[in-house]
């Protein structure tokens, strides 16, 4: 309880500076593992009719996305919910926009499954993969046994865990180099904090370690929206149109936003969140600043 109300007597820029933490850059990785996950991710022979990988959705060198409202999978469909980024997937408390999965390895069977993203199973894909010569002997090295549904999804997710974005601006500035950020960058920083963005945009990941409701000032989405958030998984109405919070790592790169992909520029959703999460009144020179300090959050981008 003390050190609980000592927190909350801190200054605004003390408390921040505890809420979001830079990203680590020394995380212990199996390197042979994360070789392999590599051709694996980006490996077409995981989806039904060898057209599509994980790599086709999301793209590592361009945000961790695919930059569509919805991606497309095998027979050329077209999902209906936006693709989240792969990039610092590993920060998140849960995965996918509804929550429905907890770890990465169930995420990492979610789109392999699912009929309109890869539509294929491990009983296929391990046929095609075992007359490789270059997996047999890889994952007879690694994992010493033959080649199945475990292994191939550990070495998927050692991959995963490599794709973070140390030393953005802000994270150096977060470091102890206060002068990279310029004054606009810094106004911005501080507006994101006297705004409220930083009550649910937060942690390493600025974001995806909480669940929130879009539209707590004001109901946001039509009455036509289908998808509810965590509703479609609990069916409690008190989790309608709830999601998780996504990360603002590398925001710059990874529009369109929200689950739907219906804004397409990083203006429109400052924009939206203030007037729907906040209820606040802006100015014009705020929501530039604000823009410029989300600027910063872009990190190193793994070269794959």
């Not at 149109?241 to 400052?270: C, M, Q, W």
């Given at each position: 309880?003390?050190?609980?109300?000592?927190?909350?007597?801190?200054?605004?820029?003390?408390?921040?500076?505890?809420?979001?933490?830079?990203?680590?850059?020394?995380?212990?990785?199996?390197?042979?593992?994360?070789?392999?996950?590599?051709?694996?991710?980006?490996?077409?022979?995981l989806?039904?009719?060898?057209?599509?990988?994980?790599?086709?959705?999301?793209?590592?060198?361009?945000?961790?996305?695919?930059?569509?409202?919805?991606?497309?999978?095998?027979?050329?469909?077209?999902?209906?919910?936006?693709?989240?980024?792969?990039?610092?997937?590993?920060?998140?408390?849960?995965?996918?926009?509804?929550?429905?999965?907890?770890?990465?390895?169930?995420?990492?069977?979610?789109?392999?499954?699912?009929?309109?993203?890869?539509?294929?199973?491990?009983?296929?894909?391990?046929s095609?993969?075992?007359?490789?010569?270059v997996?047999?002997?890889?994952?007879?090295?690694?994992?010493?046994?033959?080649?199945?549904?475990?292994?191939?999804?550990?070495?998927?997710?050692?991959?995963?865990?490599?794709?973070?974005?140390?030393?953005?601006?802000?994270?150096?500035?977060?470091?102890?180099?206060?002068?990279?950020?310029?004054?606009?960058?810094?106004?911005?920083?501080?507006?994101f904090?006297?705004?409220?963005?930083i009550?649910?945009?937060?942690?390493?990941?600025?974001?995806?370690?909480?669940?929130?409701?879009?539209?707590?000032?004001?109901?946001?989405?039509?009455?036509?929206?289908?998808?509810?958030?965590?509703?479609?998984?609990?069916?409690?109405?008190?989790?309608?149109?709830?999601?998780?919070?996504?990360?603002?790592?590398?925001?710059?790169?990874?529009?369109?936003?929200?689950?739907?992909?219906?804004?397409?520029?990083?203006r429109s959703?400052?924009?939206?969140?203030?007037?729907?999460?906040v209820?606040?009144?802006?100015?014009?020179?705020?929501?530039?600043?604000?823009?410029?300090?989300?600027?910063?959050?872009?990190?190193?981008?793994?070269?794959?």
């Amino acid at each position: 309880m003390k050190a609980l109300c000592t927190l909350l007597f801190l200054p605004i820029f003390l408390l921040s500076e505890m809420l979001i933490t830079p990203i680590p850059s020394d995380i212990k990785l199996n390197n042979k593992k994360v070789l392999l996950g590599k051709m694996l991710f980006h490996d077409t022979r995981l989806s039904k009719d060898d057209t599509i990988s994980c790599a086709s959705c999301h793209d590592i060198s361009n945000g961790g996305d695919d930059n569509r409202a919805f991606s497309i999978g095998v027979n050329n469909q077209v999902g209906t919910v936006n693709s989240p980024t792969i990039l610092n997937s590993s920060l998140n408390f849960v995965q996918f926009w509804d929550g429905r999965v907890n770890t990465l390895e169930e995420q990492a069977v979610g789109p392999i499954h699912n009929p309109i993203e890869m539509n294929s199973n491990f009983v296929e894909i391990i046929s095609k993969l075992k007359n490789d010569d270059v997996y047999k002997k890889q994952f007879s090295q690694i994992y010493n046994t033959t080649i199945n549904k475990n292994n191939i999804i550990d070495a998927i997710v050692e991959f995963e865990k490599s794709l973070t974005t140390p030393n953005s601006k802000f994270d150096l500035y977060l470091k102890g180099q206060k002068d990279i950020l310029n004054e606009k960058e810094k106004k911005g920083y501080e507006l994101f904090q006297s705004y409220g963005c930083i009550s649910c945009h937060n942690g390493v990941n600025l974001g995806g370690n909480l669940f929130q409701k879009v539209g707590i000032i004001d109901r946001y989405f039509k009455e036509d929206e289908t998808n509810l958030g965590r509703y479609n998984i609990t069916k409690q109405n008190k989790d309608k149109f709830y999601f998780k919070v996504p990360t603002l790592r590398n925001i710059e790169l990874t529009a369109p936003y929200l689950h739907n992909g219906s804004l397409k520029d990083l203006r429109s959703v400052i924009e939206i969140m203030i007037k729907y999460q906040v209820g606040a009144i802006y100015e014009d020179k705020d929501i530039e600043n604000i823009e410029l300090f989300l600027k910063t959050l872009t990190g190193e981008i793994p070269n794959v």
